[in-house]
């Protein structure tokens, strides 16, 4: 604390420093004739509260580090202490102001995660402070209070942007409730940001995101056949993202300057195929009006991607055998032969040992393409995995005509318990269609399509008897903990709360020994 302008600086004290800090405010304010917005830089920053008894410095320094900041605006000094004092014991940093005015003025200055405003705050109002904060500070999570608690108060305030609000005079618990439940949503915010930062770091990894254990596989195998030309065979169901792994191994590779050429060999037609693959000179047929060069050729020097190889014609799978054997191809309806460099990447969601059985696919060719294997997982073998792509999908479909920029609990639990038989591709057009039918800035179970609308939470495994809520929990939390193989963060996410109360429960159950991963 700084003495001699009577302010705090951003330390964190104890508990009994806290309350002589309040003491001694209340003193200044005795004396002398400070404004609210005065008053508000005699809110210290705090830590969130441990057990008594089992905190210490370092750790609540370290909390407040981390800690959120909450702007307190109501012109009623008891309603505004009340607020700042839950506030502070949910862990978040306080500054408060007695007017509209005062508080844009404070966010101009400083960094505000949290606004706690009320709704009659003079002089422009809280609808209209809503309406400047959505459009200045956009990132700013705002809870508004009302003490007439009317339903279209309620819808006016959400549909401008607000989060949720309380009425009232405030009750204590529910009010706590609901910062925390703010907060839970800007940790999550606030951690994918993070790792969408980190995925866009990642040279060559386009758009590929996930940090999965099992995505980490895959990644080490996209880094080391990056540096080799070996051809490589992609298998994953549809809607994995075969070609962005595709994409990946060629733009890490020494061939990103050549060509990258995708061939979907399931919508060519049969009588086509041949000759957009290899090429075919004037005359060969009727329409061939002069030579053209095939697929192969144009991708020389560089990669050439053949999706849902497993649906190519029998025939053809020959001739595609003998051209990367001999590196040559011969266009149709010519007798010389095209020298070729090119690296094949090939990608089917059939199971090719089974195909082979049923004489559909040559085994020869498998065995030509299958040099290195990747094999994607399913979205549902990889849940942990789903916020970060909601996340980014918010980002990618929000226009600033329709920013929706969060997603709520009830949602997020939804989309994590169903099991996307269309993989992220259909968890994509999901969010797509979240944001162009939703109202607010959050994405709310009502906006996602009717069979998610009606999907019920997953039943966890076990036992039909009645089961303790604490059990319950428990066995909840280890499971989280063995699908995500120890990753504490990614089981946060699973389960949907903070890391902190992870740590926490974690904590509770240290002398539970842990089921093995």
């Known amino acids: ?245 595709a994409r990946s191994i060629h733009y890490s590779s020494a061939r990103r300057q050549r060509p990258f050429v995708p061939v979907d060999c399931s919508a060519l037609a049969p009588t086509l195929i041949e000759s957009e693959l290899f090429g075919y000179s004037k005359g060969a047929f009727t329409g061939a009006l002069q030579n053209r060069r095939g697929l192969l050729e144009v991708a020389d020097g560089g990669t050439v991607f053949l999706d849902e190889i497993g649906d190519l014609p029998v025939d053809l799978q020959a001739k595609l055998l003998r051209a990367l054997q001999e590196k040559e191809v011969k266009p149709v309806g010519s007798t010389e032969r095209i020298g070729i460099n090119v690296r094949v990447i090939a990608a089917t969601h059939r199971d090719l040992e089974d195909s082979i059985r049923k004489g559909s696919f040559r085994q020869d060719l498998y065995f030509r393409l299958n040099v290195v294997q990747v094999k994607l997982p399913p979205l549902r073998e990889r849940k942990p995995d789903i916020p970060l792509l909601v996340n980014s999908f918010l980002d990618k479909f929000s226009t600033p005509q329709r920013t929706v920029r969060s997603i709520s609990e009830d949602a997020m639990s939804r989309l994590m318990a169903y099991d996307w038989p269309g993989n992220v591709r259909e968890l994509e057009n999901s969010i797509e269609r979240g944001v162009a039918l939703g109202s607010g800035p959050e994405l709310q179970v009502s906006d996602l399509p009717t069979n998610l609308q009606q999907g019920t939470a997953p039943r966890i495994a076990g036992s039909d008897d009645m089961v303790p809520l604490e059990e319950l929990e428990r066995r909840a939390i280890f499971r989280a903990l063995r699908e995500t193989a120890g990753d504490k963060l990614a089981a946060a996410r699973l389960l949907g709360i903070g890391k902190t109360t992870l740590y926490r429960k974690l904590k509770e159950y240290e002398t539970v020994k842990l089921p093995a991963i």
């Open 1 to 245: 604390m700084n003495s001699n302008n009577g302010t705090h600086d951003e330390s964190v004290p104890d508990h009994s420093k806290n309350e002589s800090m309040r003491d001694q405010s209340k003193a200044d304010q005795s004396t002398h004739d400070q404004s609210p917005h005065d008053r508000s830089e005699n809110l210290p920053r705090i830590a969130s509260p441990d057990t008594p008894g089992n905190s210490s410095n370092a750790s609540n320094a370290s909390n407040a580090s981390n800690a959120f900041t909450v702007l307190v605006i109501d012109d009623e000094e008891s309603a505004r202490n009340l607020c700042a004092e839950v506030a502070e014991e949910a862990g978040l940093r306080v500054r408060a102001a007695a007017t509209t005015e005062e508080a844009l003025e404070i966010l101009e200055q400083y960094p505000v995660d949290i606004a706690l405003t009320d709704i009659r705050v003079p002089a422009l109002g809280g609808i209209e402070l809503l309406r400047r904060m959505r459009a200045s500070f956009p990132r700013i999570a705002v809870l508004m209070m009302t003490q007439y608690g009317t339903i279209e108060t309620a819808v006016e305030a959400t549909r401008l942007g607000a989060m949720d609000y309380v009425t009232k005079p405030c009750h204590v618990e529910e009010l706590r409730s609901k910062l925390e439940r703010l907060v839970h949503g800007l940790e999550l915010e606030q951690e994918n940001r993070v790792l969408r930062e980190e995925l866009r770091s990642r040279p060559g990894f386009g758009g590929l995101i996930g940090v999965s254990s099992k995505m980490q596989r895959v990644y080490h195998l996209i880094e080391k056949v990056a540096a080799h030309t070996c051809p490589v065979l992609v298998l994953g169901e549809s809607g994995t993202g075969k070609e962005l792994v």
